[in-house]
């Protein structure tokens, strides 16, 4: 089994940034992919961005230019970090790994951008 805690959400003004991260219970140098969904009330859960092994990228077209998926092999971390944050950025943002076909997932952390 392997254990997702995300951290770094927030109340953050329209405008402002966080940086959310996510440790990982499993060496992620040998995840096939990391990523960071959202879900907002009332919907669907979403891809935000994704991180391959090869270190490919995939970013949500609203998100683009705004948001940067990063890891860290050295802390076994992910990183989300998020700039010119939007009200309708607010969301619960969860992490995932995908490990041979297998996925896993943290509980979630919330972001709120409001003034």
């Known amino acids: 089994q392997v254990q997702l805690v995300e951290s770094g959400g927030g109340l953050v003004q329209p405008g402002g940034s966080l940086r959310l991260s996510c440790a990982v219970s499993?060496?992620?140098?040998?995840?096939?992919?990391l990523g960071w969904y959202r879900q907002a009330p009332g919907k669907e859960r979403e891809l935000v961005a994704s991180?391959?092994?090869?270190?490919?990228?995939n970013y949500a077209d609203p998100v683009k230019g705004r948001i940067t998926i990063s890891r860290s092999f050295a802390e076994n971390t992910m990183y989300l970090r998020m700039n010119s944050l939007k009200p309708e950025d607010t969301a619960v943002y969860y992490c995932?790994?995908?490990?041979?076909?297998?996925?896993?997932w943290g509980k979630g952390t919330l972001v709120t951008v409001s003034s």
């Open positions: 499993r060496n992620i140098l040998s995840a096939d992919s």
């Open positions: 995932h790994a995908n490990y041979a076909g297998a996925n896993y």
């Open positions: 991180i391959t092994r090869g270190a490919e990228t």
